[in-house]
C-alpha cells in the first residue's frame, strides 16, 4: 500500500448488539461463558470499545433490577448453582477477579 493510499481493516464479530439490545439479552450469551467457569475451564470476558460506547455500564450495569451488568448478574449465577451443589454435598471456594483498567486521557500538543 503507498503512502497515500488510505488503511484498509477487515473486521468480524460473534455478536453484535444494537443499541435497543438490554442488559438481559447481553447477559444471556455471556452467561454461556460463566457456565464454562463453574464446569473448570478458565475464562476471560473482554469488553473493548471507545471511551463512551457504553463498557462500563454493559460489565457493571446501574443498580438492580433488570439494569444489572454483566458482572452482578454472572456473581448471581455463580451464587446459584453453589448453592444447589452444596445442597448435594459439594464444598466450593470460589476466587473472582475483576479487572478494570482505566487509562487517562492523553493530551497531546500541536
Known amino acids: 500500500m503507498g503512502e497515500d493510499e488510505p488503511w484498509q481493516h477487515k473486521f468480524s464479530f460473534d455478536k453484535v448488539f444494537p443499541p435497543s439490545a438490554g442488559q438481559e439479552a447481553v447477559f444471556e450469551d455471556a452467561s454461556e461463558f460463566i457456565?464454562?467457569?463453574?464446569?473448570?475451564?478458565n475464562v476471560c470476558l473482554f469488553s473493548y470499545g471507545q471511551t463512551g460506547s457504553g463498557k462500563t455500564h454493559t460489565m457493571q450495569g446501574s443498580g438492580l433490577g433488570q439494569m444489572r451488568g454483566i458482572i452482578p448478574r454472572s456473581l448471581e449465577q455463580v451464587g446459584k448453582c453453589k448453592l444447589k451443589l452444596e445442597q448435594d454435598g459439594w464444598s466450593y471456594e470460589i476466587k473472582v477477579s475483576v479487572y478494570g483498567k482505566c487509562l487517562p486521557q492523553a493530551r497531546l500538543s500541536q
Not at 35 to 41: H, I, P, T, V
Open 35 to 41: 457456565q464454562s467457569a463453574l464446569d473448570g475451564y
